[in-house]
């Protein structure tokens, strides 16, 4: 793992396989959404678009240090480069420059782009996002109010104007499209988990090429938010088999399988690096770095005893994170 400002990982991702994250915003979380089950947890700054950006990761940095992670990074134990990170990557107005740069240096290995879809109504974001091999974008609500609960939008956001984009989308781009749906139970009673049908024939109408079913498994931005369980979750899937045939439907329960991550050189910083993108169970970030919990258990309690992250119990498991 390496301490560096656009780069962090490989993670494993049960969506992706051993995944080298692009981060191409600067923390804190910039994000059109403030999603209720965020793992990253509040939006610090919610805007409506990239012209709002106070600042963003310059072309020359992602490529600077992806040339630096590569060096001690296998190209050949990555299943994807995956721009995601501390907010919506598509704020970024250089993300397509940023992927056409990348691939001289990735050798073949696809890049992704995880989007919460909210821009996909313009053109200059299909246009980036179009250079991706795979896109997977969010959509979590059938109707307006739904989705005004769920996701907490910006300004002149709708879920009708995301629906559009993701038509237009789906016939302008050449890689692949996924949705990525996030189903939970409410203790408020706001959640979504009675809209599977709904959300499964507007799925039909966007024609992905896949549909992944996920539910929260990390420590939520809301406390209410709490996750379906595993029967539930095949239920629901179900019933997007049955409206989506041509589609890949696939569950948290069904992870990718990927290759064992080689090990690597881990330090206080480049756990840290990680934690500020996602929360990270211990053995999350041992696998992450190819090494054993005698190695990482130290260092994440001196990060906590720093102060400089924290443990949350979510259910059985403790996750970490970052508190800066």
């Given amino acids: 793992m390496l301490g560096m400002p656009s780069i962090y990982g490989p993670v494993p991702s049960w969506r992706l396989g051993r995944s080298l994250g692009i981060d191409v915003l600067f923390p804190p979380k910039t994000c059109t959404f403030d999603c209720v089950y965020c793992q990253l947890g509040p939006t610090v700054k919610k805007i409506s678009g990239p012209e709002e950006l106070e600042g963003y990761v310059k072309v020359e940095t992602v490529l600077q240090d992806l040339r630096a992670a590569l060096e001690t990074i296998p190209l050949r134990s990555l299943d994807y480069i995956t721009f995601s990170g501390s907010g919506e990557p598509t704020l970024n107005p250089m993300l397509g420059k940023m992927i056409d740069a990348m691939k001289s240096l990735t050798n073949g290995v696809p890049i992704a782009v995880l989007t919460n879809a909210s821009l996909v109504s313009r053109k200059d974001v299909r246009m980036n996002l179009c250079k991706a091999d795979l896109v997977v974008a969010k959509l979590d609500a059938p109707k307006q109010e739904l989705f005004e609960a769920v996701n907490r939008p910006a300004k002149n956001i709708t879920l009708s104007s995301i629906v559009k984009g993701l038509k237009l989308l789906r016939e302008e781009m050449n890689g692949r499209l996924a949705l990525q749906i996030m189903l939970f139970h409410s203790s408020q009673g706001l959640g979504n988990e009675g809209s599977s049908e709904a959300l499964a024939q507007l799925s039909s109408t966007i024609k992905p090429d896949e549909v992944q079913l996920n ?110």
């Avoid at 910083?269 to 053995?283: F, H, N, S, T, V």
Wanted: proline share 8%.
């Fill in 215 to 324: 539910t929260p498994t990390r420590p939520p931005s809301e406390k209410f938010v709490l996750p379906l369980r595993a029967e539930e979750l095949e239920q629901a899937s179900q019933k997007f088999r049955e409206m989506l045939p041509s589609a890949d439907v696939v569950i948290r329960s069904s992870p990718r399988q990927s290759a064992p991550a080689e090990k690597r050189r881990i330090d206080e910083e480049g756990i840290l690096e990680m934690l500020k993108r996602r929360p990270c169970r211990l053995i999350d970030v041992v696998e992450a770095f190819g090494t054993n919990e005698s190695k990482v258990r130290p260092l994440i309690e001196k990060l906590v005893t720093s102060r400089r992250i924290i443990a949350v119990q979510l259910g059985d498991d403790i996750y970490y994170e970052a508190t800066i």
